[in-house]
């Protein structure tokens, strides 16, 4: 069956441009997550989604950041004024449920390169 | 708060050897899941072993298995009989167990080489 799907696979932009990143979780998966993945920096928790809500925001790293998820379902990501060190590859994941139990199943991830 | 230490930034093996890739974790949990993933070139991360830390055995995949020492909060990969399909970043992660809201904490990754 179809896996997590990331769009677009690559992205690059002007310094000061906002930038949108799509994430398609599995269907009927409830759990959805943001990661970035900084060179040498593994990665880096952003937001969590459960349905719709957003239970745990604490790894947005300024408010320049913002995501949303609809219909339970299609979650975007949103750089405003993207800066130089927002370039990263920025990965998704869902989960069935949620938490340890339900395997985590990854997308192949969006590269954002700020010039 | 969690933490997820990979102290080997980058390991190279030869094909067929036995390599083991280190992982500590800081946690005053007592019950918790973690987890080693594979991310190849192509980016996607894939689950390779999950232990839960009230389990005494140590988890294994095939050639895959782990030591898990929770006194020491340590949590090592072995991988055996290498191959070169093995060549990946490896992330030690940590999850606590039981709360569906909590998120995945992993480590900074061990780049492994698999040499023919």
């Known amino acids: 069956g179809a896996g997590v799907s990331q769009s677009p696979s690559n992205k690059v932009t002007e310094k000061g441009k906002d930038v949108e990143l799509r994430c398609d979780p599995i269907s009927g998966h409830t759990a959805l997550y943001w990661y970035r993945q900084s060179l040498g920096q593994g990665l880096e928790f952003l937001i969590y989604f459960q349905g719709n809500s957003a239970p745990d925001k604490s790894g947005l790293p300024s408010d320049r950041f913002s995501a949303e998820r609809t219909g339970g379902s299609v979650s975007t990501l949103t750089i405003q004024r993207t800066q130089q060190e927002d370039s990263a590859v920025y990965l998704c994941?869902?989960?069935?449920?949620?938490?340890?139990?339900?395997?985590?199943?990854f997308g192949n991830g969006t590269r954002l390169t700020v010039t | 708060a969690q933490t997820v230490t990979q102290s080997q930034p980058e390991m190279s093996v030869q094909e067929a050897e036995t390599v083991t890739l280190s992982c500590t974790y800081d946690?005053?949990?007592?019950?918790?899941?973690l987890f080693w993933y594979k991310q190849p070139p192509s980016r996607q991360m894939i689950l390779v072993i999950r232990q839960e830390a009230y389990k005494q055995q140590n988890a294994t995949e095939n050639r895959f298995s782990v030591n898990f020492q929770k006194a020491a909060k340590s949590f090592s990969l072995k991988i055996s009989d290498s191959q070169l399909g093995d060549t990946a970043m490896y992330f030690c992660a940590f999850m606590k167990h039981m709360n569906r809201d909590d998120k995945i904490i992993f480590g900074k990754g061990t780049r492994l080489h698999i040499l023919p």
């Open positions: 946690t005053s949990e007592n019950n918790y899941y």
């Open positions: 994941a869902s989960s069935l449920l949620g938490g340890a139990k339900s395997p985590l199943h």
